[in-house]
């Protein structure tokens, strides 16, 4: 089914299409890229019928390397797991694409803000599709580096050009540990064929590896329980987990409807796919699935609260994502991959809804009436987001109390673990719903507290040609679907496992049980009932104007200046890393280049000089010329006394004469001797040039 | 036509020569320019159907000539040419046209002599990249010196005479070290200046550690490895956009050429006994020019460190003595000379429009170039080695390489991967993202046809041997296994019975 490759080339032609066509394509950027997304859309929805009727398919590309034992075949393969995302990424996307067709019209960049979203998706979709690590690397990066131009959208502005760079320079931190992954596994492994890895993985479980052999010691470790640590620092930065978190909130300088791409579709989705896809080997290494599960509840906990205290609604959706994630990513910790498609899913659908309803009431809101509430109530956007908000909270509950996980945590061996994560799910909850609702009535009251640009497309002027947002049709058919698809993924719980499992070539799950077998009462009751009090909560601090009550004491509000200022990483970053790093650079150069290194060649040359300088006073001068005068006093003297004899006069005259050209000589080579080390150069060369050309005449 | 197939090389030889010859008869400015613009290209086409008619199967020398040049001392002009020193010969075909374009409107005083020189120096590089003859390799060796001071002292920027000195002093240090290594493998090697021939003969110990450094240090110095690399930012920067060019696209991979030539093959246990050290003084050099790159202002200094952070990437890849390292260090050349080109390229285009290499003096560059903007960037990832561009897949495999060694290294060098990606997006981000922080830069004009002419081809090879690299390594495949083999075989004992210091 060769026809499938088409699905990432289709997005990524029409990319290129626009991009080369540039301003002449006016603004119908969209008219190329909405068909293309389209028609990916389309062919995912028949491969997924493929996958389901006849399993996995496999395309071979072309061979991209080969040197020596390193082969690399660049083949795609599209499983399970990969249909899903397609799905998922082409669905999402085409959304986004027709939304934003509206959104920026107006916008000076219109067709290359299209060609990049083009190029973004058919990157991730290259990156789902991909059965190759290098090749899956190479995706990664493309999004990385379109996730940058993204964020950098409206060049002017500088805040928007540093999250640019920030965002990047994080994710290329976190990416050193996805290359070094690789190159392990390939070390390990010698390939780079992800199937062939995951067959292999089990059998190479107590593979050692030598690694100071080539010193003559011998410290031998097992790579394959190391890989997935390194691996899942890559996706850490990708996936935005907490050392690495810091670039995704800046990113919302990007235009809101590629935020909903993504925090939806593509980019953060790709940490916990990483992770999905080579489950199998994620499993042989009990430490490095402890380690994801501990870093993604820290993440999920420390993003909720950050969001609680937040007051820009992009941020707190972008923290609001963070913690997402961090679901995902604890759920693999777990080993609970099917429960972390499903969310992986279920939160994309929902995102995307929520992100682009957002981007609508922030239009319809921002630029004509920055203060007035009155008129926005009954707006249709304001249902839309409540809804959003309620399913959005109600995800992780659904997720955590559901089956798989009470096998997991058996699986993992801690008995506290349980607790522990259901502690951290609860609150979490709690908390997710608290800002939710929080978050969506202060902007129908206060308006929104982003930092909307002030320039370009969003002055007022624009803003009369840019129409009122009426893509009700689309979203309302997102929400359906993500309903549906909630409902079915719900009813067909033990479907949907027995649909992936092959995919995940997990082995020892029990017969997974269907969401509605589980005790109802608890699974849905509990997180339904937190998820309520989070929005009284959020509602009562929000009627209730605040006040310094006498029981909030200093601890408390530390705390939250605490969280309001995201526990300072961007604060410690900026002072212990970047800043020290570039004085550092400075004080190297300063130090190493300029005053060592080129200081020595200096000295040495200067030195030298100086040496030329003594051997010409001393030799010359002092020595050879005295030695001359001497003799030519000597002989004038010697004159003298046969001018007494002979001839004096004449004598006289001569002797004088050679004298005097021999003062003459002596003015002329110290005329010569002090020029330039240039001159020297010319003549050495000269010489080297005439010595070549005598010794080719002699031989 | 036989006498043309047969002297293959010497014809690719010969065509900047008669460029030269040409342009001693022509008065008119835009006529020296299109005559030596031609003779590039005719160059370009000839050395295309060289790789044409390469085969790349074969590990052995292709197209040798050999005729006796001073037979007394056994000296003979002889070349030819395998996987490993073709695609040298290709980068300096493909960079000596652009090196002619970009100075096509800046280069306005003395036009004949300078694309004579251009023509000269293009010559005398495809010389060393395919001579046979150790005394041919280090004349041509010293004759690329001289045009390139030329250059830098007749056509640079205001410190140009300062750069100039610093650049022959080092060269000429290097050269001397050279041709006492040359000669010392002259009496050693029975009295014969012939390539192949000493590559077949094994030298004693001793012989080797001592060759091995003149000739090292010399190779070093034009790389050039850490501590010898202050003369190139200092040429770098005072050179015009055409000696920039051709100084880092093609200058410096003699130096990288010379290590695979010589050093390798003819001394194999001392180069295996002094890899590591070279090892890790090229990891250093990887972060250190990465660290150097972040402390410049000057455009053209960034880019320079950042080539002597990339060549570190080379001597890395060459010392770990395996298929992937070596192959990767010599597609790390190529690339090298590609990306930085196209920046030295770029670089020169903005300073012939506002002639400051001050990148504090720029901003905002995106509202009035968009065009350049696009390429900038496009070459600026390149250069930290994006994934997708060219440069990643001669580090990937440096990396590959290098893990056989040692994964310390490996985590050091992507450290300098970090770093480049640091300098190289900042530099970016203060060029072209921002407002256009004065009224002329809102007016500058965008790149013209011809400049983006120059530029362009550039781009789609970037592109192109980022994603489909499979040509180039072919090409070089069958050299690059032969001298791994060549390696193996000598080395292999030598180095298990040794203990080496980290």
């Given amino acids: ?699 | 036509m036989t006498l043309l197939t047969d002297h293959m090389i010497s014809l690719v030889v010969a065509v900047p020569i008669l460029g030269i010859i040409m342009l001693a008869f022509v008065r008119d400015q835009e006529w020296t320019r299109r005559i030596a613009f031609g003779s590039t290209m005719v160059e370009l086409g000839l050395v295309i159907i060289l790789c044409l008619r390469f085969d790349f199967t074969q590990q052995d020398m292709q197209f040798v000539e050999r005729m006796a040049w001073m037979p007394t001392f056994n000296i003979q002009y002889a070349v030819g040419i395998d996987g490993i020193s073709i695609l040298m010969v290709l980068l300096t075909a493909l960079l000596c046209p652009l090196a002619i374009l970009c100075s096509w409107n800046s280069i306005t005083t003395r036009v004949r002599a300078f694309m004579s020189l251009i023509l000269l120096v293009e010559s005398a590089m495809i010389v060393v990249f395919t001579a046979l003859d150790l005394f041919l390799f280090f004349m041509l060796w010293e004759l690329t010196m001289i045009p390139m001071y030329f250059m830098i002292i007749l056509w640079g920027g205001p410190n140009r005479s300062a750069a100039g000195i610093k650049f022959v002093l080092y060269s000429l240090t290097g050269s001397l070290l050279l041709l006492v290594g040359i000669l010392g493998l002259y009496l050693q090697g029975g009295h014969t200046y012939d390539l192949l021939a000493l590559t077949e003969h094994t030298f004693s110990a001793t012989t080797q550690f001592w060759l091995f450094i003149s000739f090292f240090l010399a190779f070093a110095i034009k790389m050039p490895m850490v501590p010898f690399h202050t003369w190139l930012p200092d040429a770098h920067s005072e050179a015009p956009t055409a000696g920039s060019v051709i100084l880092a696209g093609v200058l410096l991979k003699m130096g990288g050429y010379g290590f695979l030539r010589f050093c390798l093959p003819m001394f194999p246990e001392a180069s295996a006994m002094f890899a590591p050290y070279i090892l890790w003084l090229s990891v250093f050099a990887i972060v250190y020019g990465g660290y150097m790159a972040l402390a410049q202002t000057d455009l053209k200094k960034l880019v320079a460190y950042s080539s002597v952070s990339h060549m570190g990437f080379v001597t890395l890849g060459i010392f770990v003595f395996n298929s992937q390292g070596i192959q990767g260090a010599i597609l790390q050349m190529f690339n090298h000379g590609l990306t930085t080109g196209a920046l030295f390229i770029s670089i020169g285009q903005l300073y012939d429009r506002t002639h400051s290499r001050n990148i504090a003096d720029y901003g905002g560059l995106h509202k009035p170039m968009p065009k350049f903007v696009a390429l900038f960037f496009l070459f600026s990832v390149a250069a930290f080695g994006l994934p997708g561009t060219c440069n990643f897949i001669g580090e990937f495999l440096v990396l590959v390489g290098t893990s056989y060694t040692s994964f310390a290294m490996v985590l050091l060098s992507m450290g300098g991967i970090v770093l480049a990606a640091a300098y190289m997006l900042w530099m970016v981000q203060k060029v072209a993202m921002g407002e256009p922080n004065t009224k002329a830069a809102a007016t500058l004009p965008d790149l013209s046809n011809r400049e983006l002419a120059t530029v362009i081809p550039l781009a789609i090879l970037v592109l192109w041997i980022g994603l489909y690299p499979g040509p180039l390594m072919e090409m070089m495949d069958a050299s690059v296994t032969n001298l791994v083999n060549h390696m193996d075989s000598i080395t292999l004992a030598q180095v298990a019975r040794n203990v080496y210091v980290p």
Avoid at chain 1, 108 to 116: C, E, G, I, S, T
Avoid at chain 1, 402 to 429: C, D, N, Q, R
């Fill in chain 1, 1 to 699: 089914m060769s026809i499938f490759i088409l699905i990432p080339l289709l997005p990524l032609f029409a990319s290129l299409a626009i991009g080369l066509g540039g301003r002449r394509c006016h603004e119908y950027g969209h008219r190329i890229g909405i068909p293309a997304i389209s028609l990916s859309f389309g062919l995912s929805i028949w491969a997924f019928i493929e996958v389901l009727n006849n399993g996995p398919v496999s395309l071979d590309l072309y061979r991209l390397i080969e040197s020596g034992s390193l082969v690399i075949d660049l083949n795609m393969y599209i499983d399970q797991l990969t249909v899903l995302l397609l799905l998922l990424v082409t669905g999402v996307s085409s959304v986004v694409h027709v939304y934003s067709s509206r959104y920026m019209i107006g916008d000076p960049h219109f067709n290359r803000f299209f060609a990049v979203i083009a190029l973004f998706t058919a990157s991730m979709l290259m990156l789902v599709m991909s059965n190759n690590l290098l090749m899956l690397l190479i995706c990664w990066e493309v999004m990385g580096i379109c996730s940058y131009l993204l964020i950098s959208h409206s060049r002017q502005r500088p805040s928007a050009c540093r999250a640019a760079t920030k965002a990047f320079l994080v994710n290329a931190v976190a990416d050193v540990g996805l290359s070094f992954g690789i190159i392990l596994t390939f070390f390990t492994f010698g390939t780079l064929d992800i199937q062939v890895i995951l067959s292999q993985a089990e059998g190479m479980q107590n593979h050692t590896v030598n690694v100071l052999g080539w010193i003559g010691l011998d410290l031998p470790i097992y790579p394959v329980p190391l890989i997935p640590f390194f691996l899942f620092i890559g996706a850490m930065g990708k996936s935005a987990q907490m050392p690495f978190h810091v670039w995704l909130p800046f990113a919302m300088e990007a235009p809101t409807p590629v935020s909903a791409l993504i925090h939806a579709a593509t980019m953060v989705n790709a940490g916990p796919f990483l992770l999905i896809r080579l489950s199998p080997l994620l499993v042989l290494s009990p430490y490095a699935m402890t380690f994801i599960a501990v870093i993604g509840g820290l993440t999920a906990l420390f993003a909720a609260i950050v969001s609680l205290t937040q007051t820009d609604i992009k941020k707190i959706l972008a923290y609001s994502t963070i913690s997402q994630i961090g679901f995902m990513i604890m759920t693999c910790g777990l080993g609970a991959f099917v429960v972390a498609i499903f969310h992986l899913l279920a939160h994309g659908c929902y995102k995307a809804f929520f992100f682009l309803s957002t981007g609508n009431i922030l239009q319809a809101v921002e630029p004509s009436h920055p203060h007035k509430h009155v008129a926005h109530q009954k707006s249709p956007g304001m249902l839309t987001l409540y809804v959003g908000a309620l399913l959005l909270a109600c995800i992780p509950p659904i997720i955590l109390f559901s089956g798989p996980y009470e096998h997991m945590w058996s699986v993992t061996g801690f008995a506290s673990a349980k607790l522990g994560f259901w502690i951290i799910g609860l609150i979490t909850v709690f908390v997710t719903s608290a800002y939710l609702f929080r978050s969506i009535m202060s902007l129908f009251i206060h308006g929104p507290k982003t930092h909307w640009p002030n320039t370009g497309i969003h002055t007022l002027d624009n803003h009369t040609i840019q129409p009122q947002f009426i893509n009700g049709p689309i979203l309302s058919g997102l929400i359906l679907t993500t309903i549906v698809l909630g409902g079915m993924l719900g009813l067909f719980w033990s479907w949907f496992t027995n649909f992936l499992t092959p995919a995940l070539s997990l082995t020892g799950l029990p017969s997974q049980e269907g969401l509605l077998m589980m005790n109802f009462s608890t699974w849905i009751l509990v997180p339904l009932a937190v998820a309520c009090m989070g929005w009284a909560y959020a509602y009562k601090m929000h009627t209730q104007p605040r006040q310094p009550s006498p029981g909030v004491n200093r601890w408390t509000t530390s705390l939250y200046v605490l969280f309001w200022n995201k526990l300072y990483f961007d604060e410690i970053y900026d002072a212990y890393i970047v800043a020290p790093s570039l004085r550092f650079a400075h004080w190297l150069w300063q130090t190493i280049d300029v005053r060592g290194i080129d200081r020595a060649i200096h000295g040495i040359a200067s030195s030298s000089l100086l040496l030329a300088h003594w051997l010409w006073r001393i030799v010359d001068i002092k020595g050879i010329d005295r030695i001359v005068i001497g003799i030519g006093q000597r002989s004038i003297g010697l004159g003298r006394w046969l001018s007494q004899m002979v001839d004096i006069r004449w004598l006289e005259q001569n002797i004088n004469q050679v004298g005097k050209q021999a003062d003459a000589a002596g003015q002329a080579l110290q005329d010569v001797e002090p020029h330039t080390i240039q001159h020297q150069l010319l003549v050495m060369i000269l010489w080297l040039v005439l010595a070549t050309v005598i010794l080719y005449i002699l031989v």
